[in-house]
């Protein structure tokens, strides 16, 4: 983002970092880095924070940025409101803030901007540096010496005859004078009246290493920051002084800037910045030239530290790392044993002396001992190729002895008992031995593969207060001696994804196996300290991590590329009297805006609230840890290191959003919380929902009046169903009573015919009767008389006439239609159809007609030819259809 060289520091009172960069203005808000240029885009040599400006100078500029609502610096430049004066290619090293004024230093021009207007001094002088002490204004004059500001002039000081000639880069205030730094001949100091040199050892160190920055830490504390070996911490009560350089973990020597907040130093290099806590709890050692490589054990032995790693055996001679001579290779254990400091190593056995390396078991690859319950100066020691039993005579001789029948690697062992003896190979599997008395040979073992147990893989074995505990792939698991089987260990289950470190009879040092490496120092009851630092997850070797108590405060913890000391004691203290620092909540993005976090509550559009994201940051903390919470139709609660907390596709609604800063011991500060609304999708909006309402209420009104159009159309078919079956019921009826009318007529007409044929039948009898009897008559006059009125009785009319008119009733149209198909049918023919269509028999017909039943049939047989009617079809039946 920006160049390498950064000349000037300033941090703000919430512990933001300016940096005056090649490039520009470098912001750090404590989790973002942001490069702002000047409209030239020249190098900004100097920067200063005065309450809410910062202000830089830069080559023929300067002037002053400020944030806006979105937290973005914006730039005011300040140079215009110079009048009758001409830059002579000045750039600005230094601001100062003097009461009401800002102080702009060049090398040949002071320039004072207050109340809008900017005032200048143009001394003769080189002008390498400005202070102010006690309210009077101090110029180093680069080889002059030194000189007060009084009006528009430079006066010299009194006796500074010592400083001619000698390049001034620096001054700070210092024990009711003046600290004077030079480029070459160290410091010197001014007490008001005289300038002497600087009586102190770490004087000489400063002029060989070319002094250039000095900051002022604590009352008792100073940084000097020199061009050829980074920065001198010096404490002026003991004399004491720790280097940072490049062999500590600084990019490079060469100091252009220093910057202290609060327990924080800031330095600005000529390559890069970095940053260090001074009283970190957590002291770090770091092999930059690989020569150590990884520690996998340490020992404090006769007042020294040994590290083994995977290239030797080191130590400490003061504050040099000195290696051990023929320990090459590679070390997996150190251990102080029976007062012997002894390492296993990758070739064997050794005891280590203050100039010697004595090899005392020619068994390779010692992975780790185990004392022998009730035995004197016993020892096991797990090897690439089995058991090795150790014992300690008394000429201090140490005599080792390979125990028999177990020839396979042994990483991790334990004693449950003084003959019982388990054991875990690297990759398979663990054994419970049996051994016997002499420590010799191997009597028994026993594998175990329940159901519960462990998996063969990476097993680690512990003795945990008499109980045999092990460390599986996803679990803790430990020996039941009672039942014989591996069971679940309860009481470790909450560290299942931590490995064990450390323990004593009281505490227990854990650290994650996965993820971010933090080491939980509990006694798992109330008692419990979490110590987190970036190096630490950074560092902490997989599977190899390690720690050596010295005492109960300062551990070492072993690293991939060198080792820490934790003073835990110091943390402890160290939370006690400290308060974090609430986070800052800079801004608020959706997917297409960003809103100001100034505390009022927002309304994101939906259509861009599928991502929202809060930055936020705490520059008081090196590595801030978060804890956020969003309340809300949606609801999240986790812990972050990340400065920007993204949430995506949440719904509409109201939120809160909170979030706090996470200290040592998962300490927990205030939050800081911002409220913000979603607004429903447009489908869901008020406008929408008021039209969902008004087209629900106008459909509720379309059905209802479609429902009572239907009602009334449904209601008139039912009505004229109604009426139709009212209709068709009088018609039932109408024809049930013609139906029962016609059958009565018909039964009229059937009766009245009968009584006709029955009456004719009777008259043709007794005219027969009389005929038969003729002769009997004496008065044929008479006789006649009595033949005449039977014949006129038979052939009476009227009685065809009821007839007829009766059968009209019933078939109305029946001549009609009869006479208009046929035509040439004579009324006595139109008498025996009427006949027939009553369905009356020949012999029914016969007095009717006044004939004979021969008679009848001969009609019967000429109107089937006049109704041209087939012999093989019923006659009687077609007129009865007709």
Request: proline fraction near 3%.
């Amino acid at each position: 983002m920006g160049a390498s060289k950064n000349w000037g520091l300033a941090v703000n009172d919430e512990g933001e970092l300016f940096v005056a960069n090649n490039k520009g203005l470098l912001h750090f808000n404590g989790e973002k880095w942001v490069l702002n240029k000047l409209p030239n885009n020249t190098i900004i040599r100097s920067v200063a924070v005065v309450d809410d400006k910062i202000f830089t100078g830069s080559y023929e500029e300067f002037g002053f940025w400020k944030k806006n609502n979105l937290a973005e610096l914006q730039y005011t430049s300040l140079t215009h409101l110079i009048k009758d004066h001409e830059f002579t290619s000045e750039e600005f090293w230094e601001i100062l803030s003097v009461e009401d004024q800002v102080v702009f230093r060049s090398f040949s021009t002071i320039y004072s901007y207050s109340g809008d207007k900017i005032t200048y001094i143009d001394p003769p002088q080189i002008i390498s540096d400005i202070l102010v002490s006690e309210n009077r204004l101090i110029v180093a004059g680069g080889t002059e010496g030194l000189f007060e500001v009084i009006g528009e002039h430079l006066i010299p000081l009194n006796n500074q005859d010592i400083l001619f000639g000698k390049t001034l880069t620096d001054m700070i205030t210092f024990n009711g004078g003046i600290l004077i730094g030079t480029k070459l001949n160290g410091c010197y100091l001014w007490n008001g009246q005289d300038i002497v040199p600087w009586n102190v050892g770490l004087n000489q160190n400063l002029k060989q290493h070319q002094l250039n920055k000095i900051l002022k830490l604590a009352e008792n504390s100073l940084a000097f920051g020199t061009i050829k070996n980074g920065v001198y911490l010096y404490n002026t009560l003991t004399g004491e002084s720790k280097i940072l350089n490049r062999e500590a973990g600084l990019q490079n020597n060469t100091v252009l800037s220093m910057q202290r907040f609060q327990d924080q130093l800031w330095l600005g290099l000529d390559n890069g910045l970095a940053r260090t806590n001074l009283n970190n709890p957590i002291t770090y050692f770091t092999d930059f030239s690989g020569t150590l490589g990884m520690v996998y054990d340490m020992a404090f032995h006769q007042n020294k530290l040994y590290l083994g790693s995977n290239t030797g055996v080191f130590y400490f001679d003061g504050d040099q790392i000195k290696f051990v001579n023929g320990s090459q290779g590679h070390v997996w254990d150190l251990e102080v044993v029976e007062g012997d400091l002894l390492c296993g190593h990758n070739t064997g056995t050794y005891r280590i002396g203050p100039n010697t390396f004595e090899k005392i078991s020619p068994f390779s690859g010692g992975y780790g001992f185990a004392r022998v319950p009730e035995q004197n100066s016993v020892y096991i020691q797990g090897t690439y190729n089995g058991l090795v039993k150790y014992k300690k005579g008394d000429n201090g001789n140490w005599d080792s002895y390979r125990i028999s029948d177990i020839k396979e690697p042994v990483k991790h062992l334990c004693f449950e008992t003084p003959n019982i003896l388990w054991v875990a190979h690297p990759y398979k599997g663990y054994s419970r031995l049996k051994i016997d008395d002499k420590y010799e040979n191997i009597i028994d073992s026993k594998e175990y593969f329940n159901q519960n147990a462990p998996s063969e893989y990476n097993i680690k074995l512990y003795n945990i207060k008499n109980q045999i505990v092990f460390r599986g792939e996803n679990s803790w698991y430990k020996y039941d001696p009672i039942v014989d089987r591996i069971v679940v260990f309860d009481e470790f289950q909450k560290f299942n994804d931590h490995e064990l470190l450390f323990y004593d009879q009281s505490h227990f040092s854990f650290v994650n196996r996965e993820g971010k490496k933090e080491i939980i120092h509990t006694n798992l009851k109330q008692d419990s300290l979490t110590i987190s630092d970036f190096s630490l997850n950074e560092r902490l070797a997989p599977d190899s991590q390690n720690i050596i108590k010295i005492n109960d405060s300062i551990s070492y913890v072993t690293l991939s590329d060198g080792f820490a000391m934790i003073n835990r004691g110091a943390i402890q203290n160290w939370l006690k009297g400290t308060s974090l620092p609430t986070p800052k909540l800079n801004l608020v993005k959706d997917e297409k805006t960003t809103y100001p976090s100034d505390g009022n509550s927002i309304k994101i559009p939906y259509k861009n609230s599928q991502v929202i994201s809060f930055e936020v940051s705490s520059p008081e903390l090196i590595q801030p840890r978060y804890f956020y919470e969003l309340i809300g139709p949606k609801s999240y609660a986790e812990f972050t290191e990340e400065g920007t907390i993204e949430f995506q596709n949440l719904s509409h609604g109201e939120y809160r959003f909170k979030v706090s800063t996470v200290g040592q011991g998962s300490k927990v500060s205030q939050s800081v919380s911002f409220l913000f609304e979603i607004a429903p999708p447009w489908y869901l909006s008020k406008g929408s929902i008021l039209l969902y309402i008004l087209i629900g209420i106008g459909i509720v009104l379309m059905v209802r009046f479609y429902n009572r159009r239907k009602f009334k159309r449904k209601q008139r078919e039912l009505e004229l169903q109604m009426k139709k079956e009212q209709k068709e019921q009088m018609a039932a009826l109408e024809k049930d009573k013609l139906a029962r009318e016609i059958k009565l007529k018909q039964n009229e007409l059937a009766s009245t015919t009968l009584n006709i044929a029955k009456k004719n039948e009777m008259i043709l009898e007794l005219k027969n009767m009389l005929v038969v009897n003729k002769d009997k008559f004496s008065n044929s006059q008479r006789y006649r008389s009595f033949i005449k009125k039977l014949n006129n009785s038979i052939q009476d009319t009227d009685d065809w006439k009821r007839f007829e008119v009766n059968f009209k009733e019933l078939h109305e149209d029946f001549f009609e239609r009869l006479l208009k198909q046929y035509p040439n049918l004579t009324p006595k023919d139109l008498k025996l159809c009427a006949y027939l269509k009553m369905n009356l028999s020949t012999k029914e017909i016969a007095p009717l007609m006044a004939i004979s039943v021969r008679g009848v049939e001969i009609h019967r047989y000429r109107l089937r030819k006049k109704l041209e009617i087939d012999s093989t079809k019923s006659l009687s039946n077609f007129l009865i259809t007709f």
